[in-house]
C-alpha cells in the first residue's frame, strides 16, 4: 500500500467536506501557499464551531454532528496511512489544535483508534512533565 501524502490528505479533506474548501481558497489568497499547520488549525476551528467558513456559518451539526465524525474519519484515516510529514502534521498540529479547542471533548467522541492512542501518548507526556519526578 502506497503512504499517503499531505497532497492526498487535502483532496480527502476537501472533497468529503466541501465546506473547507472556501477555508482552504481564503487561506491560500492570504499565505500565497499552504501552511499545513496553520491550516490544519483552521480545519480544527471550523471543527469546534469557533471559525466560519468563507460567506458560510459554522459547521453544520456542531463539534458533535456528521460533518465533524466524517473529518476526523479522514484523519483518522491518514494517520494509519500517511506518510511521516502527515503523521507529524496530525500528531502535532491536529492534536495540539484539538487540545485548545472549546470543543476538545466532544471532537474526541469521533477520535478513531490511532488517533485515540495517540492522545492517550501525548495526555501522557503531558502528566510526566507536569507531575515531574519523585512524586
Not at 15 to 22: E, F, I, K, Q
Not at 110 to 125: N, T
Request: no cysteine.
Amino acid at each position: 500500500m502506497t503512504m499517503s501524502t499531505l497532497a492526498h490528505l487535502l483532496v480527502d479533506l476537501l472533497s468529503t467536506s466541501p465546506a473547507l474548501v472556501p477555508i482552504y481558497r481564503e487561506h491560500l489568497a492570504l499565505h500565497d501557499a499552504l501552511l499545513p499547520e496553520v491550516f490544519m488549525a483552521q480545519v480544527t476551528g471550523w471543527l469546534s464551531g469557533t471559525m466560519h467558513a468563507a460567506g458560510e456559518r459554522t459547521i453544520p451539526g456542531g463539534a458533535a454532528g456528521d460533518a465533524a465524525r466524517t473529518v476526523v474519519g479522514v484523519i483518522e484515516t491518514h494517520l494509519t496511512s500517511g506518510d511521516a510529514e502527515v503523521r507529524e502534521l496530525i500528531t502535532l498540529s491536529f492534536l495540539d489544535s484539538i487540545d485548545a479547542s472549546p470543543a476538545n471533548e466532544v471532537l474526541r467522541l469521533h477520535f478513531g483508534p490511532s488517533l485515540r492512542a495517540e492522545a492517550a501518548r501525548r495526555d501522557g507526556w503531558e502528566s510526566d512533565i507536569s507531575t515531574g519526578p519523585g512524586e
